[in-house]
């Protein structure tokens, strides 16, 4: 087993060798040879057990080049995407289309869905490995009818999208002997499985990875298949790079990074990452790649290094930051006239010594020090050459600038690195010296993670090539409750409401669960099923002290379901909300309301939330009777705002709420620009999805597409690339259907 090293290549190199054009006279499995497609449906391949205990048909389609007289033709074999847990066969109908029009023989084929429960990296892995044994048995199937639908054997490739291209993955780096050893292999049996064809080989040549990811690029072997990677730089439901993906809420290696392990390793890989591109997208650019990838790897199985002419290097000039890396990639003219990515075996790459190293596989390392010279590439006695300035950055700031942390919580301090050009850098923080002038009150390590060891004040000093730039942390640690306000007094206070008749806020002496008074609020409002919201404020900057996990609130209610929130603003000017957890429904007596403040709702903001926090004001979304001009008035009292730390608290726990039914709510705000926030409550396991609609009734986002535990939720819109307008957000959970309106002001 290889150990994975994520030191490398900072700067990936993209292929540029995508094009839209389209004809019907070309080379033959690179360019649209042929007009027309046979398709045969529902050819079954195999079965086996499904994680619902059922037995499993499993079925293909076949797309064959119509009037081909070529004998023996390169297979391509298409998975399609959806979560492990759903999606069809026919999702990859247009790209077997494609690849039979360029002359190959292609299919998409079924695997098992389903991810058991509770989903957890073993659930997941164990799902991969059924799509991987299917898969296999695909392969094998193919091998087996060969003759009957003319395939060379020898050249059988793998597409997948998305969750497809993950069992791609793993189709091809996945070996017996690294199958984690909690996957329940008594039940579903080996990597091979047990499927269908049995007897035949189940090796390809081959794979293309769109918008997928590995569970662990340590399975990743030198001298494994090769592979090309098409994946966006924004996507966070497959992180592109490394990280928790939002749909499966695991850690996943994405197309990045699996290029990175496959250039360290030896394999042949090309890459094209897109930095405005999402999950999916860019289909046409990805069937020329897909196209141009596999001709690539068919010529340079039978070429010899004179097979080529006209060599050049990917860049002919080059300004890096010198703490970045690059990857060079070589081509040249195969004798048809295409251009191809060689192979590091066949070139050898050179450097001026003073500018840094370049490694066999092309990737350039600038040295210690801003400089220039020249990259060298030498192939077929014939030389190409790069120029190449290496530059250093001009300023770094550290952030934030002030914050707050307690004696459990780690503080992760970052700095951010610009040059000359004002361009901001991702240079590690491990780079910087890092030094706590008051080391008794806290100290940092070579990461920016700081640990508090007394209630105290220190400064924090990065430096780096002679420049240095400093950060305040006060160390705040308080235990159980501390009053924040008891509301005995409106001075300070400031009060607004929205879609409201009326609104009053006084003090009341006669209900109470602290102290000698409460806030008396008193509302009227009129229903309109256009109307998002009927909103009540309570403004009131409160610097919040240190780290707490909660904010308690004692509430009583005329026992409608109104909503409780809290806006914050952070030491970065961010602003966030936090949702209580259950309704303001109790009209018997206060009711101790609990706020957690961990997992804030970034409102507002470009960076993390960073301590301290200052409490902005109390918002409360009243609950009228859903009934087109019924007026509904009310009162609400609330007490004794204050706040929870970390340690025993005797007077109360927070109560979760329990969803009895369905339910979306108005979104909030709105109208807004450019983002908003949609609540829904989910009173079982069930699929959710959750699809923004134009007015023509056209899907044009699609925020939630998975399985739900019971429970509140909300994700946030963000409206940025559309046009202002009345649109439709539509919840389907099971069979229950709701749709509302939001409206996108700009």
Known sequence: MKSFHSNSVIALAIVFLISTQVTYAGTRYKDLVFPSVTVTSSIQF??????????????????????????????????????????????????????????????????????????????????????????????????????????????????????????????????????????????????????????????????????????????????????????????????????????????????????????????????????LMGHGGNEDSLRVFSSNFLYSLMVLSSASPQDFTLMELSAKTLKLFRYDSYMFLTSALDRSGNRIILPRSMIQYSCTPRIGSIASSGIFSPSDHPDSGYVYVKFNNRTDSCFVKTYDFKYFLIRPKVAVTDLATTLKLSIDTYDAALVKHDLAITKFKLISTSPSVGTIDSTGAFTGKKNGTTSIVASCNGYSDTSVVRVESASGLVSLDPLESLSGWRVEGTNLDSLSVTLATDQKSAGTASFRIDYKLTYDPLIPSYMVYLYKDMLVYGVPDSIYLDVKSDGRRHRLYYSFSDANSGTFRALAKKYLNNSVAFDVVNTPMTGLTLMAGIYDMSYPLTLKRIEIQLAGDIVQGQSTSGTIYVDNLRLKYPGTVSDVEKTPLSPTLFKLEQNYPNPFNPSTTIQYEVPSHTHVVLTIYNILGQSVAELVNAEKDAGHYETRFDASGFASGVYLYRLQAGSFVQTRKLVVLK
């Open 46 to 275: 195999g079965s086996n057990l499904n994680v619902d205990g059922s037995n499993a048909p499993l079925l293909l389609d076949l797309y064959q080049p119509t009037n081909d007289t070529l004998k023996l033709r390169p297979l391509v074999i298409c998975i399609h995407g959806g979560s492990l847990i759903a999606g069809s066969r026919g999702d990859m109908g247009a790209f077997c289309t494609d690849f039979a029009k360029r002359g190959y023989v292609s299919a998409t084929i079924e695997y098992r869905l389903g991810i058991e429960s509770p989903k957890n990296v073993r659930t997941i892995e164990e799902a991969l490995l059924l799509g991987v044994q299917d898969t296999k048995a695909a392969v094998r199937f193919f091998r087996s009818k060969a003759a009957q639908y003319g395939i060379d054997t020898s050249q059988i490739y793998i597409e997948g999208s998305s969750a497809g291209s993950m069992v791609a993955v793993h189709y091809a780096y996945w070996d017996q002997n690294e199958l984690p050893t909690d996957i329940n292999q008594a039940k579903w049996g080996d990597i091979e499985g047990t499927s269908g064809n049995p007897g035949f080989s189940s090796a390809i040549k081959g794979i293309i990875n769109y918008c997928g990811a590995i569970m662990n690029p340590a399975w990743i072997n030198a001298d494994e298949v090769p592979v090309a990677n098409f994946h966006g730089l924004l996507d966070t439901i497959v992180p592109p790079d490394s990280g928790v993906s939002t749909d499966f809420t695991v850690k996943m290696y994405g197309g990045v990074a699996i290029s990175r392990a496959a250039t360290q390793l030896g394999i042949y890989n090309q890459g094209a990452f897109f930095p």
